[in-house]
């Protein structure tokens, strides 16, 4: 029975001499791809059941362009055209500007290379700059970079811990380098995810189904959130020092490393997916943010004249935000621990 011709057909199963099955394929189907008898085909046995086939030939990679004119771009905008043609999935980008106008555009490309992986000049001229990608989709597997975000984010907090305990400022100065690296990641994994999403051999490769690729996408985004506000702590310690000592061994900074350790355990969740564990480190959080609301409370009630209060009340919201981006941190893992639970049934 066809159900519709260009979409999907309903064809039954042949057994062909005892221990193999056969299924016909739709005569429009194998035209379109110019397939000929005994001509090659690719088939992938998708965690949902279903079978995906693919011709042969049709398993070369396809490159993706963008073109960007300058003269049809807002002001300023080049930047931001270059980072969403490079989360898309484009392999390849061309910039047309006019003569005079090049040392105007460098400025924004070399922001935009410094921003991203992989991505490097192919060619330059005088009014136009072709940048091409150098990397597969599928080289740097999500753990891998999730784990790099996490390496950077604690490692900033422990920096602070370890200045507000008394060493020295040095600790902080490259914080702008490690925000960045953290951003650059977030971006490398959302080009990732969009790719999977449209490929099915990048996916393959990266040994994912769609919805995880979505939720690696989701635990990247909580991680980089929880390093702006790491970021806003280090600059702020680092520019004005005396918050040290009116912070250390006091509320807000002794939920830190509270923090920490809930993040580590969560991380570790990744993989093993405890339920009693993840919802323990989830609970511990809360009581955190419990904790700094109220000490905001009594700042505001009762030391409205501390000159600190400012410092004191922006930190402490800071750590606040990084407890509930670590939540929900743990809120993706408990849905992607759910969703590989789902029973199936007809």
Known sequence: MVVNQSQQEVRKLQSTGGSTFTVSLPRPWVLKHDLQ???SIRIDWRPSGALRLTPFRNLKDITHTAHFSTDQLPEGGLHDHLMGAYISGADSITISFNNDERKKYSTQIRRFLRSTTGFEIYTETDNKTELMCMMNAGDMPLHAS????????????RDIVSVIEGEDQEYLVDATERENEVDALLYLIERQVRISLESHIVASSLNISRTQALEYANL???LERMMDHSY???TMIYEIPEITSNIAGK???QSLKIWQESL???MI???TRDS???????????EIQKTLISHEKDLLSNHRTNKWITFDFTISESIRRLCAYARDFGEILLNMKIHSELIQSN
């Not at 009693?276 to 809360?286: D, Q, V």
Request: proline letters at 2%; hydrophobic letters at 45%.
């Open 37 to 39: 008898a005994r001509d």
């Open 146 to 157: 999730l784990n790099r975000m996490y390496l950077q984010v604690t490692a900033l907090v």
């Open 220 to 222: 990247a985004r909580s």
């Open 232 to 234: 806003s702590l280090a």
């Open 251 to 253: 509320q807000p900074f």
């Open 264 to 266: 580590k355990e969560l």
């Open 269 to 271: 969740n990744i993989r």
């Open 276 to 286: 009693f564990r993840i919802e323990e480190a989830r609970i511990n959080l809360k």
